[in-house]
T-cell receptor, first 110, second 113 residues
Framework: DQQVKQNSPSLSVQEGRISILNCDYT??????FLWYKKYPAEGPTFLIS?????DKNEDGRFTVFLNKSAKHLSLHIVPSQPGDSAVYFC?????????FGTGTSLTVIP | DAGVIQSPRHEVTEMGQEVTLRCKPI?????LFWYRQTMMRGLELLIY????????DSGMPEDRFSAKMPNASFSTLKIQPSEPRDSAVYFC???????????FGPGTRLTVT
């Protein structure tokens, strides 16, 4: 049973435009959320996170939004760059239990 | 720091054989996680250790899977006997203290024929 879902397996965006990656979760006990970025043949690398007590966290071009009532998380990348092309995983945490989504493959078209 | 080190990077084996995957966490990190990545289920947590002690192995799929962490700098994930459905990429990750940011290794791509 997937507690964290990324319903869009892929996304294509033009360079310079905004990329929006979405993530839904089912467990209201999750209190921390993270986004990881993964290039081929490499392990995921941490990108940005947000605590459940916040609804927004920004780091440069990356912003994560949390809507607890909708159990929805999103990652905004603006402006998108070709180097952002990768697979993005969202993760939700309760205690020491981490639950990852299945990933969204982002392609930024030059 | 070299980051999390995993070996081998690729493993091809025949059904029924024993497979051992290895992980060296980042020095000073006290938590270690083993994950399996598949297209259908994404990244699944198999087991995690805190201070070398297994805390939660509820994600280990079957008794064929076992994991050990004999010391703070080394962990193994063993599959015996292996089956074709075990084919996946296996990641090891480590973290320190109360940080929830995990650092992943490059993964081991396992193919069981």
């Amino acid at each position: 049973d997937q507690q964290v879902k990324q319903n869009s397996p892929s996304l294509s965006v033009q360079e310079g435009r905004i990329s929006i990656l979405n993530c839904d979760y089912t467990n209201s006990m999750f209190d921390y959320f993270l986004w990881y970025k993964k290039y081929p043949a490499e392990g995921p690398t941490f990108l940005i996170s947000i605590s459940s007590i916040k609804d927004k966290n920004e780091d440069g071009r990356f912003t994560v939004f949390l809507n607890k009532s909708a159990k929805h998380l999103s990652l905004h990348i603006v402006p998108s760059q070709p180097g952002d092309s990768a697979v993005y995983f969202c993760a939700a945490v309760t205690g020491n239990q981490f639950y990852f989504g299945t990933g969204t493959s982002l392609t930024v078209i030059p | 720091d070299a980051g999390v080190i995993q070996s081998p990077r690729h493993e091809v084996t025949e059904m029924g054989q024993e497979v051992t995957l290895r992980c060296k966490p980042i020095s000073g990190h006290n938590s270690l996680f083993w994950y399996r990545q598949t297209m259908m289920r994404g990244l699944e947590l198999l087991i995690y250790f805190n201070n070398n002690v297994p805390i939660d192995d509820s994600g280990m799929p079957e008794d064929r899977f076992s994991a050990k962490m004999p010391n703070a700098s080394f962990s193994t994930l063993k599959i015996q006997p292996s089956e074709p459905r075990d084919s996946a990429v296996y990641f090891c990750a480590s973290s320190s203290g109360d940080s929830r940011e995990q650092y992943f290794g490059p993964g081991t791509r396992l193919t069981v024929t």
